[in-house]
């Protein structure tokens, strides 16, 4: 008999635990009427759930205080989790189920082929698309005829995968896709691409990529690629299939990089040479090239032994016209034009003499140069002046530097009996200076403006004393002129231009004592007219014209007890108005020292500090955008007296040794001798291959 069968006991299941729907039987009927039913066993978590009343309100108590402190990690506080790479991995997904063709929902067919894509995946890179499918959310298909096989494709994969394989074989393609289904972030792929390998030989192929499909930065840099590299270019196939506008565009630019202007001669000699066609275009193309900035021994040398600048009419007359720059000087002024400017040429700040502190028996002929827009620049040697000088008054005309006046010795008495009355102009291309007509009086602590094409020395002093006295200087006649003196004889003053080409002179040391007074100049009608005055009275100051108004700076005054006092506040004069107002003060007050506007600031060098009975070397920076002062770079050595300009120089981004004469370097001539003893689309039209 077999033995009897032990019931097996029902366990009870805990009123605590958790019951988890998944693993409950799921049970799945048919209507009949074609839906389907899918039932989980909710019946059963409902049978099972007939709990106590009780235990069902205690969930609903509240929790004991946590054993974990907040901010800590651990059990009851939780914390969010991410999966590392998903959008990697989903975008992986995305790409398998559209090659299995899985839930695709639109087919893009162009030329020759057809791909099944997904609305969601292609419309979220594409604002084509989004617009396409917003109008017809029920597309299935869209022809793309413009757009070739593997442009389309590559804009497919990188919906997909965020990456494309490019190629300067296939840029091309890739860029009409990525344009025309209007992607950004693809078509920053491809221009990032496409600087990259710019070079010599692919400068031109991607300058006419870019200019077909409006990509604006490449365009930009391509260019600025031929321009820094021309030299090189010019000795590709590439480039004697320019045409005449292509080359003439670049021989015309600023910015054309070239170690002398013979080169551009040279180079334009090349491409006439190529094609005996191009003969009748040698004097159209040659006007370009600047012969006045090759010295006049080279154009002897180097320009007048080929053949058509002597047998050619036009050619011929652009090398006289040359000579005559070179053997006029005093007429150069007035012979200014594009021809006449180096290129590449960048505006700097200069300063021009002065005394320095460390040598104050002893006065400088250094003229030194830098560009504060670099940042941390440091001041370099430009040139010397003819002679020493201190005091002296500078300004800038046609392009060339003036240098008129002051004193050649220091006068421990300041008296005055050393000043002097020459004038000295430097050009810069050439890195010389000529010497010109001296002023009729001999003057010191006076000021200098220049204004329709001539230059105004206004008052001052000498050893006769204070001078009331104006005097004009023409470069075309190199004479100066007497003109009508101003009504009270005045040093120590400043001078600017106003925007009318009028001169306005402020303050200055007028019957023993400084003074208040603006008078006005008019350059046409040689007449002076009172001003209002300035709210303090000044001497030993600069001013300067930015921005169509006159800022009076710096400077000292007497004090209460009758001493010297620097002056802080600055001044700004408005035309229009014929007011003053103030604008930030001096953070370090000086006397004598250099002011000049360069760019959108204002820059304040050097100078005498009353408080500390000190020279300084500070350099201070007016931002009027932001009515604020700044430090920049100090000078060398501190120094009064010093005269401060800004002036167009030719580049300096090669050494002396490998620019040329007519472009010389600025740095000291006896450290070059050491250095030399130690040692749209202008491009050619080409086919963007698919």
């Not at 366990?11 to 009427?33: F, Q, Y």
């Not at 059990?75 to 559209?98: C, F, I």
């Not at 840099?221 to 021309?230: C, H, I, Q």
């Amino acid at each position: 008999m077999a033995p009897k069968r032990k019931a097996v006991r029902q366990r009870k299941p805990a009123t605590d635990a958790i019951m988890d729907p998944s693993s409950l039987p799921v049970k799945v009927e048919s209507r009949g009427d074609g839906v389907v039913v899918v039932e989980t066993a909710v019946k059963k978590i409902e049978q099972i759930a007939a709990l106590d009343i009780a235990q069902l309100n205690s969930l609903n108590l509240p929790l004991p205080p946590p054993v974990i402190k907040p901010g800590e990690r651990g059990l009851g506080l939780g914390s969010e989790l991410t999966r590392p790479l998903h959008g990697n991995a989903l975008l992986d997904e995305l790409s398998k189920m559209r090659q299995e063709k899985f839930l695709t929902d639109l087919e893009l067919a162009c030329k020759t082929k057809a791909f099944d894509v997904h609305k969601l995946v292609i419309s979220s890179v594409s604002q084509y698309f989004r617009e396409i499918l917003a109008k017809d959310p029920g597309m299935k298909r869209l022809e793309l005829p413009s757009l070739s096989p593997l442009g389309l494709a590559n804009v497919i994969t990188f919906a997909y995968m965020g990456r494309v394989h490019m190629s300067l074989y296939t840029i091309g393609c890739t860029v009409s896709a990525a344009a025309t289904l209007q992607i950004p972030q693809l078509l920053k792929m491809c221009m990032d691409f496409l600087l990259a390998e710019l070079n010599v030989q692919t400068c031109v192929y991607i300058w006419n990529i870019a200019a077909a499909y409006g990509l604006l930065p490449v365009c930009a840099a391509a260019r600025r690629f031929v321009l820094e590299n021309f030299v090189q270019f010019a000795e590709t196939p590439l480039f004697t299939q320019l045409t005449l506008e292509q080359i003439s565009a670049f021989l015309q630019d600023d910015s054309l990089v070239l170690p002398s202007e013979v080169t551009a001669f040279q180079v334009a000699n090349k491409w006439l040479d190529f094609d005996a066609s191009r003969q009748s275009h040698a004097a159209e193309l040659l006007s370009h090239v600047r012969f006045e900035t090759i010295p006049a021994s080279e154009l002897v040398s180097q320009i007048q032994p080929v053949p058509r600048m002597m047998l050619d009419p036009q050619c011929h007359r652009l090398l006289v016209d040359a000579m005559n720059y070179h053997l006029l000087p005093h007429q150069q002024n007035t012979l200014q034009s594009r021809r006449t400017q180096v290129r590449g040429a960048q505006q700097t700040l200069l300063t021009i003499g002065g005394r320095p502190s460390l040598t104050e028996r002893a006065l400088s002929r250094e003229v030194l140069w830098r560009d504060p827009r670099d940042g941390g620049a440091i001041w370099r040697h430009l040139t010397q002046l003819p002679a020493k000088s201190f005091n002296q008054c500078v300004a800038v005309m046609d392009g060339f530097l003036y240098v008129a006046g002051g004193e050649d010795q220091n006068d421990a008495r300041n008296q005055a009996k050393h000043a002097v009355s020459t004038l000295s102009r430097y050009d810069p291309r050439f890195n010389t200076w000529l010497h010109l007509a001296s002023m009729r009086q001999r003057r010191t602590h006076f000021s200098l403006s220049a204004s329709g094409g001539r230059l105004f020395a206004i008052g001052g002093r000498n050893v006769e004393g204070l001078l009331a006295t104006t005097e004009s200087y023409l470069p075309a006649s190199n004479t100066w002129q007497m003109k009508a003196p101003m009504e009270v004889p005045r040093c120590c003053h400043s001078s600017a231009t106003l925007p009318s080409g009028d001169i306005l002179v402020t303050g200055g040391y007028i019957s023993c004592a400084y003074s208040r007074s603006v008078a006005r100049y008019s350059t046409e009608s040689d007449t002076w007219t009172e001003q209002a005055p300035m709210e303090t009275p000044r001497g030993w100051h600069c001013s300067a014209t930015l921005g169509g108004k006159v800022y009076v700076v710096g400077g000292s005054q007497l004090g209460p007890g009758g001493e010297r006092v620097d002056v802080l506040s600055v001044e700004v004069f408005s035309p229009e108005s014929g007011a003053w107002g103030r604008v930030a003060s001096l953070p370090l007050g000086v006397s004598t020292a250099g002011l000049s506007p360069l760019g959108d600031k204002l820059y304040l060098l050097g100078g005498w500090n009353e408080a500390e009975k000190r020279y300084k070397a500070a350099v201070q920076k007016y931002d009027p955008a932001t009515d604020s002062w700044s430090k920049a770079e100090d000078l060398p050595e501190p120094t009064v007296g010093v005269s401060c300009c800004s002036l167009t120089l030719p580049p300096r981004n090669a050494t002396r040794r490998q620019q040329h004469r007519n472009t010389p370097g600025h740095e000291d001539p006896q450290q070059a001798a050491k250095n030399r003893s130690r040692e749209g689309s202008v491009a050619p039209a080409q086919n963007a291959k698919a």
